[in-house]
Each structure stands twice: as C-alpha cells, then as structure tokens.
C-alpha cells in the first residue's frame, strides 16, 4: 500500500451539507437479488446493476456491473458500484442508525474478473455522502471466486482506516449510503479493460460486535506503517 492511495477530497462537500435525519435500518436484512437488482447502482449512479438469475455463491440470482480503469491511475482507490437511500437501493433497508439498531456486522459476497487479486473497500456514509467511514478488506480477493468480506460495525476495527475527519458515532449514527470500491493495481491502471464486478448477499446482522482479531490487527498496523501513519480516502460522490 503506497502512501496516498487513499486521496480525500472533502472540500468538494464540505459547503452547503445540512444534516438529515437518520432513517430506519432494517435489522437483520438480507439482500439476495432475488428478482432484480434492488436498485443498486454503477460507479457514477448512471445505471442500476445487471441482474443475473443463477450462477451466486449458492447458485442462485445475484447483480453485476462493469468498471473500465482506463481513467483510473495506478493507486487510486475508486468506488465501483454504490447502494444509497436516495436511489432506493433495497428500499433504504441499509440506511439508518446502526448503534441504535443493533447493527454488529455487514457482509457481502464478491466476485471479479481482473487478473490478480484486488483489495475491496466498503464506505459507510451520511445521506449527504459526508462523513463517511472506509473500512478495507485488507486480504486481497481472488479472481473469478466468490469471497465474503465481513465488517465487524464497531469502532475498534482496525479495517476502518479513516473517518474523513469525524468519528465512529457519528457516521453510524445516521447511515445513508454504501459504495464498494477497490485499489487500483498496476495491471488495470489505464488500462482499456472490461472488469466484471459481482455482488450478493449483502446483509446486515445483528447482535453484540465481535471484536477485531489479533491478526487483523497486525495486518492493519502493518500497512499503515507502510505509508507512515497517513490513510486518507478518495471517494465517489453522490
């Protein structure tokens, strides 16, 4: 992980956001795509995802989009598909206060087709978009392979590498939007290449957070050490 990679552009919403109020999640939920794709969204909130009917980690429907890097430089951490209230995504069932809700986990399957492993992120932010929390699967996903990624929603994860200036409480204490996103590797960087990006299972579970692990910890303090202590996180906008 090269210093930088995560590039903030808070100025860009600082001005004008007025704070609203939070919804209600619905807790626990389960998205399984089971007859569209739920009014999930690409990149830039152009399209909804493709629904697909077979072929998830349980063989059953799922969604998908495409992601072209070729504007996209070596490093960069950029969102690929987003699930926000003001598009409806899976009727705001993820949009709400988690503290008080109960919400101790997300989750989500993922699949893709580039040709190394990439590193997932998922950003958790206000209706406004800002602040927001990214929190990094900091184990690459395999190519071509189903893969969980699992965000314990408690503040002592160590996967959550920055709260754009806020802080835990704040940002899930009124959830509006959800964007995954993935570094980008060499391989892709300006590169004219179709990516295909999957998802499924999307849920929010509830209960008592589970503590990071030791390992994720040591992983976590490791690449942060390698960029000399500074995360910030470039996003996409709403």
């Known amino acids: 992980m090269r ?11 600082t001005a004008g956001i007025v704070a609203l109020p939070a919804a209600a999640a619905t807790v626990p939920f389960l998205e399984d795509f089971t007859a569209d794709s739920a009014n999930w969204y690409n990149a830039d909130s152009s399209a ?12 059953s429907s799922f969604a998908q989009t495409t992601f072209n890097f070729v504007s996209t430089p070596t490093g960069t951490d950029t969102t690929i598909l987003r699930a926000q209230a003001s598009l409806g995504s899976s009727g705001s069932a993820f949009a709400g206060d988690y503290l008080t809700e109960g919400v101790s986990e997300f989750k989500i399957y993922v699949r893709h087709t580039a040709p190394e492993p990439l590193t997932f992120f998922m950003r958790f932010s206000g209706p406004a978009n800002f602040p927001g929390a990214a929190a990094v699967n900091f184990v690459p996903v395999p190519p071509n392979t189903w893969t969980e990624i699992s965000i314990p929603i408690i503040a002592s994860n160590p996967q959550f590498v920055t709260f754009e200036g806020s802080d835990f409480n704040t940002v899930f204490s009124n959830v509006g939007n959800l964007q995954l996103g993935v570094s980008t590797p060499a391989s892709l960087g300006e590169v004219d290449n179709d990516i295909v990006f999957q ?4 849920e929010l579970v509830a209960g008592t957070p589970v503590p990071a692990t030791s390992e994720w910890g040591l992983i976590a303090m490791t690449l942060v050490g390698c960029i000399g202590g500074t995360v910030v996180f470039r996003r996409g906008l709403a």
């Not at 998802?199 to 999307?202: G, Q, S």
């Open 3 to 13: 210093k930088g990679r995560f590039v903030s552009v808070l100025a860009v919403v």
């Open 48 to 59: 909804v995802l493709d629904w697909v009917a077979s072929g998830g980690p349980d063989g």
């Open 199 to 202: 998802v499924d299972k999307a």
